[in-house]
């Protein structure tokens, strides 16, 4: 529900509003990305001031959420949180839930004035299953911060994905086709058009990420029998 008013004579608001949604209104409208959601939010906000520059305070309050993307498969569930909304800024308290049968806990900030976006979000995962790419099936556990560049910073505006992965273990086991993969690598690059690339540091995702595995990752298929220790700058 929402009440209040706006003064006509100054624009002064005051507005409440308060009441309770249903995630899954937006699985139509994030379907065509492969994501589905479920879940509650539950908000309760207060909007003061002057009209052009209001005042936003309150929290926002989600209970057993469950986020689904199609690919890579990832599946999070019993999501649970609060954000609170501190007028210029929109601060996440720790949110908790599973990813993958792993934990997962995320905090962030969001300052909400005006100007170019600045954001950073933390996120950690403990004993996520993954299976990406196909048939590489491992255990990771991470630390990692999504931020995007405030002005005057080197990647100013671009979201930068950085932190530690750690395989924990991992497994290929996946029988490897050679002739058809050859052929299905060059049919697919005979489809493919090139196109020039323009840099456009407003756009793209960055990427400072250090992956490392605990144990070797067994390969065991027609190809090859190995033992694989990964460490790598990506």
Same mark, same amino acid.
């Given at each position: 529900?929402?009440?209040? /008013?706006?003064?006509?004579?100054?624009?002064?608001?005051?507005?409440?509003?308060?009441?309770?949604?249903? =995630?899954?209104?937006?699985?139509?409208?994030?379907?065509?990305?492969?994501? %589905?959601? $479920?879940?509650?939010?539950?908000?309760?906000?207060?909007?003061?001031?002057?009209?052009?520059?209001?005042?936003?305070?309150?929290?926002?309050?989600?209970?057993? $959420?469950?986020?689904?993307?199609?690919?890579?498969?990832?599946?999070?569930?019993? =999501?649970?949180?609060?954000?609170?909304?501190?007028?210029?800024?929109?601060?996440?308290?720790?949110?908790?839930?599973?990813?993958?049968?792993? #934990?997962?806990?995320? /905090?962030?900030?969001?300052? =909400?004035?005006?100007?170019?976006? %600045? $954001?950073?979000?933390?996120?950690?995962?403990?004993?996520?299953?993954?299976?990406?790419? #196909?048939?590489?099936?491992?255990? &990771?556990?991470?630390?990692?911060?999504?931020?995007?560049?405030?002005?005057?910073?080197?990647?100013?505006?671009?979201?930068?994905? /950085?932190?530690?992965?750690? &395989?924990?273990?991992? %497994?290929?086991?996946?029988? &490897?086709?050679?002739?058809?993969?050859?052929?299905?690598?060059?049919?697919?690059?005979?489809?493919?058009?090139? %196109?020039?690339?323009?840099?456009?540091?407003?756009?793209? =995702?960055?990427?400072?990420?250090?992956?490392?595995?605990?144990?070797? &990752?067994?390969?065991?298929?027609?190809? $090859?029998?190995?033992?694989? #220790?990964?460490?790598?700058?990506?």
């Amino acid at each position: 529900s929402v009440s209040g /008013q706006v003064r006509l004579s100054d624009l002064e608001t005051s507005i409440m509003a308060n009441g309770q949604l249903d =995630l899954r209104l937006l699985s139509p409208f994030v379907r065509g990305s492969g994501l %589905s959601t $479920a879940g509650t939010v539950i908000p309760r906000l207060s909007v003061t001031g002057p009209l052009r520059r209001p005042n936003l305070d309150g929290d926002v309050v989600l209970t057993d $959420a469950d986020l689904r993307l199609a690919s890579p498969r990832v599946f999070v569930s019993d =999501l649970n949180g609060r954000a609170v909304f501190e007028r210029d800024n929109l601060r996440i308290e720790s949110m908790t839930g599973v990813i993958n049968g792993g #934990d997962l806990i995320v /905090q962030g900030n969001l300052p =909400l004035r005006g100007g170019p976006l %600045s $954001a950073t979000l933390a996120a950690t995962i403990r004993g996520m299953a993954l299976q990406y790419p #196909d048939g590489l099936r491992t255990e &990771i556990d991470s630390q990692l911060t999504f931020h995007v560049g405030e002005e005057g910073e080197v990647l100013e505006g671009i979201p930068v994905v /950085q932190g530690a992965v750690q &395989i924990v273990n991992g %497994s290929y086991r996946e029988p &490897i086709t050679v002739v058809g993969g050859v052929l299905a690598a060059l049919q697919a690059r005979a489809n493919t058009v090139p %196109s020039p690339v323009v840099p456009n540091a407003g756009s793209g =995702l960055a990427l400072n990420l250090i992956v490392t595995s605990t144990d070797d &990752i067994i390969v065991d298929n027609n190809a $090859a029998t190995a033992q694989l #220790d990964v460490d790598l700058r990506v």
